[in-house]
Nanobody
Framework: QGQLVESGGDSVQPGGSLTLSCAGS????????LGWFRQAPGKDREKIAS????????VYTASVEDRIPISYAMAKNPMYLQMYNLTPEERAMYYC???????????????WGQGTQVTVSA
C-alpha cells in the first residue's frame, strides 16, 4: 500500500518557524485528500488542515488559519506544512495522512505517517 514519511520536525523557540514535509515512500501521494494533524501530550489528535487536490480546496482549523499554510507540488509529492509564529502550546507530534475523500471521521483515513516531533520552548 505504501508508506507516508514526515520530516522536518525540530525544536524551535517561541515565534519561530518550521517547514514539515510529507512524502510517499517510493510512490507519489495518490489519494485525493491530504491532511496534516497533530497530537500534543495528553490531548486528542487535532486536524490542522486538509487539502482536496481535485479542486485545490484547503480547510484549516480556526486556530491555525493564516499562520500555517500548506502547499503541495503539482505532482502531489511531497506536501509541505509551513508553520509561522509557533507557540509552546503547539508542541506536538505532527502527522500527515491521505484519504480517498476527506472523510469527516479521520480515524478511517486510508494512510498515515509515523509522525515528526515539533518542540517549541525558550
Amino acid at each position: 500500500q505504501g508508506q507516508l514519511v514526515e520530516s522536518g520536525g525540530d525544536s524551535v523557540q517561541p515565534g519561530g518557524s518550521l517547514t514539515l514535509s510529507c512524502a510517499g515512500s517510493g510512490y507519489d501521494l495518490k489519494f485525493n485528500c491530504l491532511g496534516w494533524f497533530r497530537q500534543a501530550p495528553g490531548k486528542d489528535r487535532e486536524k490542522i488542515a486538509s487539502l482536496y487536490t481535485v479542486t485545490g480546496a484547503i480547510v484549516y482549523t480556526a486556530s491555525v488559519e493564516d499562520r500555517i499554510p500548506i502547499s503541495y507540488a503539482m505532482a502531489k509529492n511531497p506536501m509541505y506544512l509551513q508553520m509561522y509564529n509557533l507557540t509552546p502550546e503547539e508542541r506536538a507530534m505532527y502527522y500527515c495522512a491521505e484519504d480517498r475523500a476527506c472523510r469527516a471521521d479521520d480515524r478511517n483515513w486510508d494512510l498515515w505517517g509515523q509522525g515528526t516531533q515539533v518542540t517549541v520552548s525558550a
